[in-house]
């Protein structure tokens, strides 16, 4: 399925979307290449662009970040976003036997990459900084894809779903600091 179908399925009808996905032969390598690597360039991009060229006024003035430190935080950012994924996959696949569910790590990986489709999407809303913020709503939706997609893609009971989310967030919090800190100390 080509990117812009799939962001379109994950979006708009995420509960067939998930079936589509859960049924679909992959590899690591062809998720990365044909999904993760593209998808998450998108807030690292934008990111760029909104806050190196556009710029945003605080309090009146108006202020860039520099061109050298935007695109030393795009590249941080970005591969960092690339480690996280498979990191988050990591974690869904050892929680499965937890919740009834069944190890796999493709299918952990799936759920983690597909799951990241509105935060990403939402990446798009920092080319104007003042939007930013958007991106926060774009990634509540995207507890739901996670919510979604665990219990199709890992095979955990439906009535374990909500359990298995709120464990798998949690991880996802404490991964997003540790990835944080990570790269506030390269930049």
């Given amino acids: 399925m080509d990117l812009v179908s799939r962001v379109k399925g994950m ?5 067939s979307e998930w ?3 859960a049924e679909e032969p992959t590899s690591v390598a062809a998720l990365y290449s044909g999904w993760i690597v593209p998808m998450a360039a998108i807030p690292a991009v934008c990111g760029f662009i909104g806050f190196s060229i556009v710029g945003t006024s ?15 935080s795009a590249v941080v950012s970005y591969a960092l976003s ?3 994924i498979y990191v988050l996959s990591l974690i869904i696949n050892a929680l499965a036997p937890n919740f009834g569910g069944e ?3 493709v299918q952990a990986l799936k759920v983690a990459a597909y799951s990241a489709t509105a935060s990403w999407v939402g990446g798009v ?4 900084p ?22 199709r893609l890992m095979k955990s009971p439906e009535d374990k779903a909500v359990g298995y989310t709120v464990v798998v967030v949690l991880c996802v919090i404490v991964l ?9 100390l390269v930049v």
Avoid: C, H, Q
């Fill in 58 to 72: 605080i309090l009146g003035t108006a202020w860039r970040r520099p061109m050298g430190a935007g695109i030393e």
């Fill in 125 to 128: 809303f920092m080319l104007l």
């Fill in 82 to 84: 690339l480690v996280m």
């Fill in 130 to 151: 003042s939007l930013a913020i958007i991106s926060v709503l774009f990634a509540l939706y995207s507890l739901y894809l996670l919510f979604l997609g665990l219990p």
């Fill in 11 to 15: 979006l708009l009808n995420p509960k």
């Fill in 19 to 21: 079936t589509a996905v």
């Fill in 176 to 184: 997003g600091v540790v990835v944080g800190a990570v790269g506030r």
């Fill in 103 to 105: 190890k796999d790590p």
